[in-house]
């Protein structure tokens, strides 16, 4: 990737800085044969959720491939290429059938994995017999579709992580759509500077004060990836979050309006979410925005706003609000999709607060590079439940205490090593860990 040279310019020099390169194709192209869509392809990806699939077949494309998805008369889904066998016309126009679905032109007759069960206006079985449709198997989990679109002797075990089985929770399904290059959506989740800028200070608090409390940072590496360890110093509790990016496109976050001010031990997640490439300059973000009473004490929330291209907190699309009131509250919408359709890190100045996206996409390309197995499936589960690290912890200091910057990182360092450690324990041994853990270090002298 060749880097443009602007150091030693002086004042006015737009002329000599109108150059533009190239996207960094490594990372950010996603079609069939590119390093990086074959290295999502390894991984099932969610597509669409479950209730937008109902009686008839929706188009949807996805990693650059035009694709139907549809349930048959006998309730089994079906993900295939869009465009017939025969001469093209789009299975969205397919009639479906007790057993699969059936072209409308011509009456080609296919089942959900491809197989083409008959061609009526065909006098023998010939074309049938040597030929089979493009097909993805898809599974359902919690109102979301998932696919796996890669080779079908390298797929990989379905993920069942932690934080999709925690009790007494609503998991709402959601998809985002935005017009942009997947890397930029996901990398924003490994920028945890924006948080205090773009959703606090810039044009005031999008989700909450406390989140604009000046941070300490650290970026560690998981088993699934990676995570931002943020320790803020809030009304006199430590603060700590661990933000989780789970490779290869997958991420989840702490509540979205914490207010930081009681006791929280491992705390675990609002959202868990897929940054799934429709194609090159298009991304729809799919997953569970999570309702649990500890999230959001202020009731804040509103699962009635969740669901398609529609969230319950700010800055997330384009069409819930005017290009003005866009303009003077940008949120994470607008800062992604401004980055250019495909952002290019040639024109680039990365500075220290961009350790955690350079981080990531150093990750990223190692893995890319290394086409090894999927992470979750080498990560530390309990029975079948791959533990994850993104989580709150406040935990309160002596009385007007005000601890020096080394004093959160370390508290910060803690928290995150312990949570770290304990990957293959369930919820309530993690907790407890945590607990032995503050109670023997904190309040620090
Ligand atoms: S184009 Fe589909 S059956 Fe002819
Ligand atoms: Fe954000």
């Not at 190239?22 to 990372?27: G, H, I, K, Q, R």
């Not at 789009?90 to 994995?113: A, F, K, N, P």
């Not at 197989?115 to 010939?126: F, Q, V």
Request: aromatic residues 8%; glycine residues 10%; proline residues 6%.
């Amino acid at each position: 990737m060749k880097t443009i040279d602007t150091s030693g310019l002086k004042g006015y020099s737009g002329y000599f800085k109108r150059e533009v390169g190239e996207p960094d194709a490594e990372l950010t192209r996603v079609g069939p044969g590119t390093p990086c869509g074959e290295w999502l392809r390894r991984s099932w990806q969610p597509i669409c959720m479950a209730s937008e699939v109902r009686d008839l077949p929706v188009p949807l494309r996805i990693l650059g491939e035009d694709l139907v998805v549809f349930r048959d008369g006998s309730g089994r889904l079906g993900l295939l290429h869009k465009h017939c066998s025969h001469r093209g016309a789009s299975l969205e126009y397919g009639i479906i059938q007790q057993c699969g679905i059936v072209c409308c032109y011509h009456g080609w007759h296919y089942d959900i994995d491809g197989k083409i069960l008959s061609t009526p206006a065909e006098p023998t079985d010939r074309i049938r017999s040597r030929l089979v449709h493009g097909a993805y198997p898809v599974r359902e989990v919690n109102g979301i579709l998932f696919a796996y679109m890669g080779p079908p002797g390298d797929m990989p075990p379905m993920p069942s992580y932690d934080t999709q089985l925690i009790p007494d929770s609503q998991f709402v399904p959601f998809t985002l759509g935005i017009t942009c290059n997947w890397l930029q959506v996901y990398e924003n989740t490994q920028d945890p500077v924006h948080v205090v800028y773009l959703h606090t200070r810039m044009t005031g608090a999008q989700f909450g004060d406390a989140s604009g409390a000046e941070q300490e940072l650290d970026f560690v590496e998981t088993p699934l990836g990676m995570m931002n360890v943020q320790t803020r110093f809030w009304k006199n509790h430590y603060w700590n979050r661990t933000t989780e990016s789970i490779l290869p496109n997958c991420n989840q976050g702490g509540a979205i309006w914490e207010t930081a001010d009681t006791t929280k031990l491992f705390q675990r997640v609002a959202f868990l979410r897929w940054m799934v490439p429709i194609d090159d300059t298009h991304t729809v973000t799919i997953g569970w925005r999570i309702f649990r009473d500890e999230l959001d004490p202020q009731k804040i929330g509103d699962a009635s706003r969740v669901g398609k291209q529609s969230i319950d907190f700010v800055g997330q699309t384009e069409e819930e609000r005017s290009y003005e009131q866009r303009q003077r509250f940008p949120g994470d919408y607008e800062v992604q999709v401004s980055q250019r359709a495909i952002a290019v890190h040639a024109n680039e100045n990365l500075a220290t607060s961009d350790r955690g996206v350079a981080t990531l996409r150093r990750l990223i390309r190692n893995a890319i590079r290394a086409a090894g197995p999927v992470r979750s499936s080498t990560a530390p589960a309990k029975d079948g439940v791959i533990g994850t690290y993104c989580q709150d912890t406040v935990w309160p200091a002596t009385a007007n205490a005000t601890p020096a910057k080394g004093a959160l990182a370390e508290f910060g360092q803690r928290v995150a090593a312990t949570i770290l450690a304990s990957g293959h324990q369930d919820e309530a041994g993690r907790r407890a860990g945590l607990r032995q853990m503050l109670e023997t270090g904190y309040p620090l002298e």
